[in-house]
């Protein structure tokens, strides 16, 4: 009887663990993040750049590492701050369940394993990543209490992941990994308005500044249609930019047509949270732009091996 209380007090204990470390590095956020990187590297490879299984398995745990370090420091930073607000007070560090000092070991482990993972890769993989967690850690999570600048800063972190795919594949940052950083760059700004939107009160303890007008009104709402407009242009690069300039990242008429209903679908919910201002269309206009950057990504990569 002794035996099989330690043994299940075991699996207990080691069941707790993995899913602290899932609550630490956020793993949903992260594997969303990683399918960005894996779009980017489907996009890149070519003839002069083969595919690779060593180099993709190497993106993605390098990638994980990265996005969960990023989320560890994060939630060392602010664990006070965590604990005002329902959705993140019984994160591991603010509930007590794991202490500030093995969270920042978590996530300085992972930091060198990612960054070991990605310069296997190549150099600039990891320069990239390195400068991901930097931004994310060091200048958008301190400046979320001050400003809210901070979604303008901390949409350049969030931008790398599908850039980084396409660098990982070619070892070059040119026009088309410009591109696909300019198109997740733009993205960040409904998506995260939305969450700041429907979440407005739980930050409101915690004193982030989320909203570019620090309210939910009728300029924050004009701002997510301006942007997602910005979102759908950067979005139609691909088909336009060929006629220009020469670049291996292209879209046919057809995948073009379908990436325009696309973000013109996501436009109607931002158009929506303008006429409601509720945080029932905000909650919704942040799943739309969940599955808009998700569909992108499949048109753009079927779009390559289709044609």
């Keep these: 009887m002794k035996n099989v209380l330690s ?3 075991n699996t207990f204990s080691i069941k707790s663990i993995f899913l602290d470390f899932k609550e630490i590095t956020k793993a949903g956020l992260a594997i969303s993040v990683l399918f960005s990187s894996i779009a980017g590297y489907l996009l890149g490879f070519d003839d002069a750049h083969p595919f690779s299984w060593r180099v993709l398995a190497m993106l993605i745990v390098g990638g994980y590492c990265m996005v969960g370090a990023s989320n560890a420091y994060n939630q060392v930073i602010e664990k ?15 509930s007590g369940r794991m202490s500030p000092n093995m969270a920042l070991f978590v996530a300085s482990l992972l930091t060198i394993v990612g960054l070991v993972l990605l310069y296997l890769i190549n150099p600039k993989t990891a320069m990239f990543g390195a400068v991901s967690i930097f931004l994310y ?21 969030g931008a790398i992941p599908f850039m980084l795919g396409w660098v990982a594949a070619t070892g070059d940052f040119g026009i088309e990994a410009g591109t696909l950083f300019l198109i997740q760059f733009f993205w960040q700004f409904p998506h995260f308005w939305a969450i700041g939107w429907f979440l407005y009160e739980d930050y409101e303890k915690a004193g982030f500044f989320m909203l570019p007008s620090g309210k939910r009104d009728n300029t924050t709402a004009l701002q997510v249609i301006l942007y997602t407009s910005w979102l759908i242009g950067a979005s139609l690069l691909p088909f336009v930019l060929p006629y220009f ?11 073009a047509l379908l990436v325009l209903i696309l973000g013109l679908w ?11 201002r509720t945080a029932k269309a905000a909650k919704s206009l942040m799943l739309a732009s969940v599955a808009y950057i998700t569909l992108l990504q499949i048109i753009y990569i079927a779009d390559k091996f289709l044609r």
């Design 80 to 94: 006070d701050l965590d604990a005002l607000m329902d959705r993140t007070k019984n994160r591991p560090v603010p």
């Design 266 to 276: 996501l436009l109607s919910h931002g158009i929506r949270l303008y006429r409601l």
């Design 137 to 157: 850690t060091s200048v958008y999570t301190p400046l979320k209490t001050v400003t809210p600048l901070s979604v303008f800063v901390g949409a350049f972190p």
């Design 7 to 9: 043994a299940t007090a």
């Design 245 to 255: 300039v020469l670049t291996k990242l292209s879209l046919s008429v057809v995948a």
